[in-house]
């Protein structure tokens, strides 16, 4: 398969370098390279530069950086290196007279293919109640862990046929982040971002091979991947009334051990509002998607339908079933400590579930007015998902065109004065938990607002964004496990803490810079941009979520098959 094959030569080719010279941390690049076409830089600390072929260190490229900029947050000085007219292919590497050298970076085409695969792939190593073996996960293989054959239902969840204490099966989907549990909410998101990448770019979804046990059957990889966690939600929906459970989970965390070693008691937890609707937006979403493949999967796509329908109905008949994780270990025991997803405002959920049930039945009830402003998707804000939906599906109207456009255009406006040239950092408020998302996400966006305006810069911005995560950025980290030079080694995530392998699980997200810090680690800077620590102690900034991975998938799947556009 020739992009797993160049996915190994991408990472031995900067470690055989280094081997003779350390990259310089004070050069700051998209570690993985560029596209001949498109733009490049790097945010350095001198005021010339050069670019020398890797193989003979031959000067292909000589320029003078930027003018000096202080960071907003740090007070730290740095200078733009712009080498976007070299659009030679090959291995190179960036150098700074007294300030040294780069790791090894490529100029080609498909540049992040590698990437793509490696992100999407990040999904699999997550998969409960199956074995990960040698032949599709390599050194991270291990046993099956969490069943979830024998699930109880905790009290906060009971019903008249489904009484505290009964058994039900619930077996595959995802493990949430590094933790072992299942949440509805989180897989919400995170399945609608996968969900509307192949509704957006089909042809390049139908092309892409992970090296998946499924490869090469009659679905393309990523279906094949959405289809093992959709599966899992179907089952968290009551068959008795619609209501869909909030989450699966054991009634605390799981110490730093493999999966097949935790072997708590699981439970599904509480009906809730959030839940059902993000239940329903994503089978609504699902049943179109695949209703292209009635042969392969006879029925599923009516499921779907009828699943999200039931699901709206019951959120109409409980519009305020909050999830209060305190209020119920007040009532019921055992207590519940895992991750609460708790969210007190569901108008953006109906606006999303409402968006696609609307586009999948075309069902005047479910014709949803879209709340505005912009606000970049979070597990907790899903509204806009629903206007990308909207906009894709040809009903958008032209006020919901203009408000993404004002967005891209004032974002593109600030990271002009960026040190390092990106949307992302541009504001003080795009440094929360799970930053390096947010990132992503805004490259999403940026690139429906390409969509609908033809507007290159954004396009161009969505690539910054891109290049952020993979080293351009006040940290020097490309966040992406595997994924570079100077990458996380030691995530929040417990296969990679506990299996004894000094690489952890590649193709995952870590969470970004976070100012909170609320793990009480130490930090090596409380900057506002730098304060990152690679230490699996720290949940709040090193830690991965599948709502992190998706939003990376989508991005770099998209430039890829964007690419001749630059």
């Avoid at 659009?87 to 970076?105: I, K, N, R, Y």
């Avoid at 179109?288 to 796509?301: I, T």
């Avoid at 075309?362 to 509204?383: D, F």
């Avoid at 408020?429 to 992503?440: E, I, K, Q, T």
Wanted: net charge neutral; glycine share 8%; aromatic share 10%.
């Amino acid at each position: 398969m020739r992009t797993s094959r160049f996915f190994s030569i991408l990472l031995l080719a900067p470690i055989s370098f280094l081997q003779a010279q350390s990259p310089s941390g004070d050069i700051r690049l998209n570690q993985a390279g560029f596209y001949p076409a498109a733009p490049k830089m790097a945010v350095v600390t001198g005021q010339t530069f050069m670019v020398r072929r890797a193989g003979d260190m031959a000067v292909v490229f000589r320029g003078a950086a930027g003018a000096a900029q202080r960071s907003a947050y740090s007070g730290r000085e740095s200078r733009v290196a712009d080498f976007s007219a070299l659009q030679d292919t090959g291995s190179f590497v960036l150098e700074v007279p007294g300030a040294g050298t780069s790791g090894v970076f490529v100029i080609r085409p498909a540049v992040h293919a590698p990437l793509v695969v490696a992100a999407l792939k990040g999904f699999y190593y997550q998969r409960t109640a199956t074995e990960l073996t040698k032949a599709y996960a390599g050194p991270w293989s291990r046993p099956a862990g969490h069943p979830d054959t024998a699930v109880l239902v905790h009290p906060s969840a009971a019903g008249p046929k489904r009484v505290s204490g009964t058994v039900i099966s619930s077996p595959g989907g995802w493990y949430d982040a590094g933790d072992y549990n299942k949440y509805i909410v989180n897989c919400g998101i995170t399945m609608g971002t996968l969900l509307s990448l192949y509704e957006d770019h089909p042809a390049y979804c139908r092309q892409l091979r992970t090296g998946i046990p499924e490869s090469g059957n009659a679905l393309p990889d990523l279906l094949d991947e959405i289809l093992f966690n959709l599966r899992w939600m179907l089952t968290m929906q009551d068959p008795d009334d619609g209501g869909v459970y909030h989450k699966l989970t054991n009634a605390a965390f799981d110490g730093t051990v493999m999966p097949h070693e935790a072997r708590k008691p699981r439970y599904v937890v509480q009906k809730s509002t959030a839940a059902a609707l993000d239940f329903a937006a994503v089978t609504a979403q699902a049943a179109r998607v695949f209703a292209s493949f009635p042969d392969e999967l006879p029925g599923l796509a009516d499921s779907c339908v009828q699943a999200a329908e039931r699901a709206w109905q019951w959120a109409v008949q409980h519009p305020e079933i909050y999830y209060d994780q305190q209020k119920i270990n007040r009532h019921s025991d055992p207590d519940i400590s895992t991750g609460g997803y708790g969210d007190r405002n569901v108008r953006d959920e109906f606006a999303w579930a409402g968006a696609e049930l609307f586009i999948t039945t075309k069902k005047e009830q479910y014709r949803p007015e879209m709340p505005m402003p912009l606000q970049i998707p979070t597990w907790s804000q899903v509204r806009w998902l629903g206007c990308y939906r909207v906009l894709r599906s040809g009903y958008a109207t032209d006020s919901l065109k203009r408000e993404l456009e004002q967005w891209a255009g004032d974002r593109v406006k600030q990271a002009a004065q960026n040190p390092y040239r990106t949307v992302m950092g541009a504001s003080a408020r795009d440094f929360v938990w799970g930053s390096n998302a947010v990132a992503a996400n805004q490259g999403i966006a940026l690139l429906y607002a390409y969509r609908i305006s033809g507007n290159k810069s954004y396009l161009h911005h969505a690539l910054a964004n891109l290049d952020y995560l993979l080293g351009r950025n006040a940290t020097g980290y490309s966040f992406v496990t595997g994924i570079g030079t100077r990458t996380p080694m030691h995530p929040h995530h417990r296969p990679s803490q506990a299996d004894g392998i000094t690489a952890p699980v590649p193709g995952l997200l870590a969470g970004g810079p976070n100012p909170g810090r609320q793990d009480g680690c130490k930090y090596p800077s409380a900057a506002a941009d730098e304060a990152y620590t690679d230490d699996d102690c720290s949940y709040a900034s090193n830690e991965i979520a599948i709502n992190w991975n998706a939003p990376l998938v989508y991005l770099a799947a998209a430039l890829e098959a964007l690419e001749e556009e630059f």
